[in-house]
């Protein structure tokens, strides 16, 4: 067999490898906090709009009153989607993930972009805010597509997150419901070297252009390990009210309603035995980098709770506690952004497959400001592996 070189250490899934600088963001778990260019999440989610968030991400500071007002309006004029994108999206099957969309009609942005090859900053720069402003084009034509119901036109005189939610269900939502979706928006723009930014700045380290890294990245989100977990988590939360309602008689309906507190408390429990059992993993809870607890989920969960008043349903905010604390006591393993993330979502009224698509439209602006971050200083990203297949041979 191969020699094992005294020095060579694995670092399996690059666990605890510092592989660049990034001047973005910085997540800190020994304090659990998250910093986007040197200003706390929090702060930016109490007084910011996601509009701001992206230009502070790219530019580095947050926007004049001049220079919002200019990259609003060149955000709004991007809304449309091209008949291109719309025809490729109308060929995919609905049986398809909503991800799949995303990533094919990235795709087909950056074959249509007059700017494709060129990576400047400037060119990167009108490429990244040119998708940023259609991605939720993208994603509430393809969640009315998959009720049988015909686009909505974007409007102009909305701000990013009111657009979003006007686009997909067709009507203004309050302002509330608006401003925990901005909120949410915010928490999931921008962390560091995740998977997904990861993949993205190893597209970029070849050279490739904008819209192929961002293509990947979307890619490496799809998963359930990364963004992917927002939907896993109401997948749970539907089999514990469904195993809840066969306890309790009252018949399933997959929303959570009709369901008594101790049932579902009950259910949870049991439910929790059985799959720590079975060696699974919950969704929602744990993390790579922090270890006691998310920066982010505090907001989110606040946002949350604003949503199960507004939309009159307390057994979701029963049903999202009892997990929460069955989950403390079993593993002692916190909540990460995605576990609030997905009851706000559900509440809002979009369906459970398109909530990653959402953390899509979100990250699109930490990614591609980690691609222009990239390019600054660029090296090919290329680690080394210790072979440990069979020995040389002849071929007989
Ligand atoms: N459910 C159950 N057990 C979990 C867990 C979870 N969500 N997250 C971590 N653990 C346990 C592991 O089983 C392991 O236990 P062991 O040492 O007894 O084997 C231990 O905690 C360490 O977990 P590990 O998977 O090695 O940590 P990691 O840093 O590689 O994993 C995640 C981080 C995010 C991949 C992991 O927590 C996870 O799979 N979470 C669920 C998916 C999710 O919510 N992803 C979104 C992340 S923002």
């Avoid at 690059?14 to 998250?34: E, F, H, K, M, P």
């Avoid at 977990?229 to 009709?258: L, P, R, W």
């Avoid at 990614?367 to 072979?387: D, F, G, K, V």
Wanted: charged share 20%; with cysteine; net charge negative.
């Amino acid at each position: 067999m191969t020699q094992t070189p005294e020095a060579t250490k694995i670092y399996k899934g690059l666990a605890g490898v510092v592989v660049d600088t990034t001047r973005i963001s910085q997540v800190n778990s020994d304090t659990n906090s998250l910093l986007y260019r040197g200003y706390p999440v929090q702060q930016l989610a109490d007084k910011c709009s996601f509009e701001q968030v992206a230009y502070l991400l790219w530019n580095g500071e947050l926007p004049t009153v001049e220079q919002l007002s200019e990259f609003e309006q060149q955000e709004r004029a991007g809304r449309v989607l091209a008949d291109n994108v719309k025809a490729a999206v109308d060929l995919l099957p609905v049986r398809a993930h909503p991800m799949d969309i995303c990533r094919t009609a990235a795709s087909v942005m950056g074959a249509n972009h007059p700017l494709s090859e060129d990576s400047s900053r400037e060119a990167n720069m009108r490429k990244a805010l040119d998708l940023f402003a259609a991605m939720p084009a993208v994603v509430a034509y393809d969640q009315r597509r998959r009720r049988g119901l015909q686009a909505v036109p974007a409007r102009d005189d909305l701000n990013y997150s009111a657009n979003f939610l006007y686009m997909t269900f067709g009507e203004e939502a309050a302002p509330e419901v608006v401003q925990a979706f901005n909120v949410s928006m915010i928490l999931y723009a921008e962390h560091s070297f995740n998977a997904s930014t990861f993949t993205a700045r190893v597209i970029t380290s070849t050279l490739a252009d904008l819209h192929s890294a961002v293509t990947g990245a979307i890619g490496a989100l799809k998963g359930p390990l990364h963004g992917g977990a927002n939907e896993a988590v109401m997948h749970t939360f539907e089999q514990i009210v469904k195993d809840a309602a066969g306890a309790d008689g009252t018949g399933a309906d997959g929303s959570g309603s009709g369901v008594s507190g101790s049932v579902v408390a009950g259910s949870v429990k049991s439910w929790l035995d059985i799959a720590l059992a079975d060696k699974k993993k919950i969704m929602g809870f744990g993390h790579r980098v922090y270890k006691n607890g998310d920066s982010r989920v505090p907001t989110m969960k606040a946002a949350m709770d604003r949503m199960v008043a507004h939309y009159n349903r307390p057994d979701l905010g029963e049903l999202y506690s009892a997990l929460e604390s069955a989950m403390g006591e079993a593993k002692n393993i916190k909540p990460n952004l995605d576990y609030p993330a997905g009851p706000t979502y559900h509440l809002m009224g979009f369906d459970t497959q398109m909530f990653t698509p959402l953390f899509v439209a979100s990250r699109i602006t930490g990614w591609t400001a980690h691609i222009m971050e990239q390019l600054e200083a660029n090296s090919l990203i290329r680690p080394l592996s210790l072979y440990d297949g069979v020995d040389e041979r002849e071929v007989p």
